[in-house]
């Protein structure tokens, strides 16, 4: 290869990652976006909380549902392919719900944007990892980390200043010109991939996982409202058991199947993939209860509670590409690790944290938690990619954010649950203690104290899902590097339960 040639390759591949940041970008701006434009959709439309949430419930089940589906299509038939429809169909649904005209319409086509959502999702990892070398790729997945970092702190403020100098239409309108420039963008840089004839995409494991995750995510979202007892929750958690189990054994027995079941006997993919969802179950248990501390609890405005909470943001924003960069250097279970223990340490100082807390107080603790996520999650995420084998990227990547987005369900399912459960309990310990006034203050201060203290729990547990990844001499031999020899081939076939052929 000569020198201009090796330029253009190297050039090339920072082309593919802003294509890809563009994507990780919008996705993750929307999300943030729109909880803070509910009470004025609600205001115009004329209706509750209870039919008003499910805007957020329809995009995040639906998203949630198809991430692993559309991650093994891309295995199949090129994750550029992917990319650019979740594109499109996430532009187009964006221009949709600005155009609703009731409350039904805009939750249907949150729907349509979930599934623009899901397919961007599920393949940008993916396409980082199939571009990037070993020794470049935890850069690379840090460096992407910026852009959704900037998603989800501008998404809040953005969300607001719209709404105050134009219309709540205007959180799905702004999506329009950056998918236009994505779609157009990630269509010139992006590599076409070419599809593999081999490949078999196994609709039945499709549709069966699909329902499957599903049932689990609409029973967790709801399970607070509707009672975890009720009979709609327990009929849901029965049918993902049971779907679950079919898919479970209908995967075993298919040659191809939608979900490599084997791959979760490597123990890098397996513990990070772990490690994963255990981090973002305590993430969201703070995210979740902090608004309620500080608004309710210290009784700051919105506006003043935004700002309080993007330290955290901020933080993860800053160190991520430094911790991916220096995983490719060292590895990634020292810095993996590290990252939950300061996570623990962080949800443990918020724990200690009162009505009297000063700004700077909570501001120090947030930034403590954003640190240990920040060096948790690239070197994770590259870990995790680099395990397995190139023809189950696609999966690979797809199952890193369904951890990430399960996390975030759990997180906030547990976090709400503990909050309802312990707060009459504090309240009726608290009565004759202190002054009437302050009973329900400090109840809901100590029982969000109880969720931190669960957070911090989960992250230890986490450190230990960590540490059984393994560790490598050199950070650059990997389950993804054409280069590797057969005798490591063969072994990760073995480990992912694929004879070996040619696929």
């Not at 081939?489 to 073995?494: A, C, M």
């Amino acid at each position: 290869m000569t020198v201009g040639q090796a330029n253009s390759v190297d050039n090339r591949k920072w082309l593919v990652l802003s294509a890809v940041s563009v994507g990780t970008f919008i996705s993750t701006l929307s999300g943030s976006i729109v909880n803070i434009s509910l009470p004025t959709i609600a205001h115009d439309f004329e209706v509750g909380i209870p039919e008003i949430e499910w805007i957020v419930v329809a995009y995040l089940v639906t998203a949630g549902s198809l991430l692993l589906t559309f991650g093994r299509l891309g295995d199949v038939i090129g994750y550029r392919r992917v990319y650019i429809g979740g594109f499109a169909v996430f532009t187009l649904a964006s221009v949709l719900c600005g155009l609703s005209l009731d409350v039904g319409q805009l939750t249907a086509v949150r729907v349509l944007q979930g599934i623009g959502f899901a397919m961007i999702q599920a393949v940008a990892p993916a396409l980082i990892a199939s571009t990037f070398a070993p020794s470049e790729r935890g850069k690379a997945l840090g460096l992407n980390v910026i852009s959704i970092s900037i998603g989800l702190t501008l998404g809040p403020t953005l969300g607001g200043i719209l709404i105050e100098w134009a219309s709540w239409r205007w959180i799905f309108f702004i999506n329009i010109p950056v998918g236009l420039f994505g779609l157009i963008w990630g269509w010139g840089v992006l590599p076409e991939g070419r599809r593999d004839t081999n490949q078999r995409f196994d609709v039945a494991g499709a549709v069966l996982i699909g329902i499957t995750l599903f049932s689990l995510l609409l029973a967790l979202v709801e399970g607070e409202d509707w009672g975890w007892g009720s009979p709609a929750v327990l009929g849901l958690l029965a049918v993902f058991a049971l779907v679950g189990t079919g898919f479970v054994v209908t995967e075993l027995r298919v040659h191809q199947p939608m979900f490599d079941l084997g791959l979760f006997a490597i123990r890098a993919f397996s513990a990070g993939n772990v490690s994963l969802l255990i981090a973002f179950i305590a993430l969201f248990v703070a995210t979740f209860l902090m608004p309620f501390f500080l608004q309710r609890g210290q009784a700051f405005s919105a506006l003043q509670a935004g700002l309080l909470l993007t330290p955290l943001s901020l933080t993860t924003l800053v160190v991520s590409p430094l911790s991916g960069a220096l995983s490719d250097r060292i590895g990634s279970r020292a810095l993996s690790t590290s990252g939950l223990a300061i996570m623990a340490l962080g949800s443990l100082s918020l724990a200690r944290i009162d009505a009297e807390t000063d700004g700077w107080g909570i501001l120090w603790r947030l930034a403590v938690l954003g640190l240990g996520l920040g060096l948790f999650s690239s070197p994770n995420n590259s870990s995790v990619l680099g395990s397995v084998p190139r023809s189950r990227l696609g999966t690979a990547s797809s199952t890193v954010a369904q951890m990430r987005i399960t996390g975030q369900v759990l997180g906030v399912a547990v976090g709400g649950a503990i909050l309802a459960s312990r707060i009459s309990d504090h309240a009726q310990d608290l009565a004759g203690e202190i002054p009437q006034q302050l009973v329900q203050r400090d109840a809901l201060i100590l029982s969000i104290h109880d969720a931190l203290y669960f957070a911090a729990g989960a992250c230890l547990i986490g450190v230990f899902a960590s540490l059984v990844r393994g560790s490598r001499g050199d950070p650059t031999e990997d389950a993804t590097t054409p280069e590797v020899s057969s005798g490591h081939n063969q072994r990760l076939l073995y480990l992912a339960g694929q004879p070996e052929r040619r696929e």
